[in-house]
C-alpha cells in the first residue's frame, strides 16, 4: 500500500517562513506525480493551492509557492498571515490501481 | 473553473446504500475528471475514485472496490457516487473535486461544499 507522508504539525511566527514536504513511500517525488496541495480551514472543503509541482490557480495568495525539494514535494510559505492557520495537504499521482493518495495532513499554527 | 454543488446531508443504517450528487455548473469538457473524495470525522482525507463525464472511465480506490459506484448524467451534468453495505465506519463528510488534465497537467481546480453521510441504528 502506497502511503504519502506529510508533517503532522508545524509552527511559524507571522511573517515567517515555513516548508511543509510531502513525501512518497515508494521513492522520490518527481513531476509524474503531479502534486497538488489543499488547504483547509475548520469546517470548510479544501481549497486548491498549487497543481503539478508549483502552479499556483489564480486565487492563490504570491506567498505560497511549490517546488519539489530533496525528492519530495514542498509548499513554501514566505511571509506567514495569521489566516494561513490551517491543515494542508498534498495529493500525488501513482497510476495503476490506486492512482491518487492523500498525505496525512499538515496542521500549520501561527503562533 | 467548474462550479460544484453537492447534496445535502443524508443518515443511513448499517448495511444500507447511500447515493451523493455532485452537480456541475456548466458542461464539462474532454480533459475533465470528477473526483470522489471523503473524510471521516478529525481525519484526513482519502481519495475514493472518479469519472470522466466525456470518457465514462471509473476508477475506484481498491479497497472499496465493490461497494462504490460512479456515473456522470450528462443531460444535467450531475456525477453520482453510491456506496453501498454501510458501516459506521463509512461516516464521513463526502467531497467531490475536479480535474482538469492534458499532456503533463493532473490539476484540481474545484471542490463541492461536502456532503455529510452518518451510519447509524
Known amino acids: 500500500q502506497t502511503v504519502v507522508t506529510q508533517e503532522p504539525s508545524l509552527s511559524v511566527s507571522p511573517g515567517g517562513t515555513v516548508t511543509l514536504t510531502c513525501a512518497s513511500s515508494t521513492g522520490a517525488v518527481t513531476s509524474g506525480s503531479f502534486p497538488n496541495w489543499f488547504q483547509q480551514k475548520p469546517g470548510q472543503a479544501p481549497t486548491p493551492l498549487i497543481s503539478?509541482?508549483?502552479n499556483r490557480h489564480s486565487w492563490t495568495p504570491g506567498r505560497f509557492s511549490g517546488s519539489l525539494l530533496g525528492g519530495k514535494a514542498a509548499l513554501t510559505v514566505s511571509g506567514v498571515q495569521p489566516e494561513d492557520e490551517a491543515e494542508y495537504y498534498c495529493l500525488l499521482y501513482f497510476g495503476g490501481a490506486q492512482p491518487w493518495v492523500f498525505g496525512g495532513g499538515t496542521k500549520l499554527t501561527v503562533l | 473553473q467548474v462550479q460544484l454543488v453537492q447534496s445535502g446531508a443524508d443518515m443511513r443504517k448499517p448495511g444500507a446504500s447511500v447515493k451523493i450528487s455532485c452537480r456541475a455548473s456548466r458542461d464539462t469538457f474532454a480533459g475533465y475528471f470528477i473526483h470522489w473524495a471523503r473524510q471521516a470525522p478529525g481525519q484526513g482525507l482519502e481519495w475514493i475514485g472518479g469519472v470522466g463525464p466525456m470518457s465514462g472511465e471509473t476508477r475506484s480506490a481498491p479497497k472499496l472496490q465493490g461497494r462504490v459506484t460512479m456515473t456522470w448524467d450528462p443531460s444535467i451534468n450531475t456525477a453520482y457516487m453510491e456506496l453501498s453495505r454501510l458501516t459506521s465506519d463509512d461516516t464521513a463528510v463526502y467531497y467531490c473535486a475536479g480535474e482538469t488534465f492534458r499532456t503533463n497537467v493532473k490539476c484540481f481546480d474545484s471542490w463541492g461544499q461536502g456532503t455529510l453521510v452518518t451510519v447509524s441504528s
Open positions: 503539478d509541482i508549483s
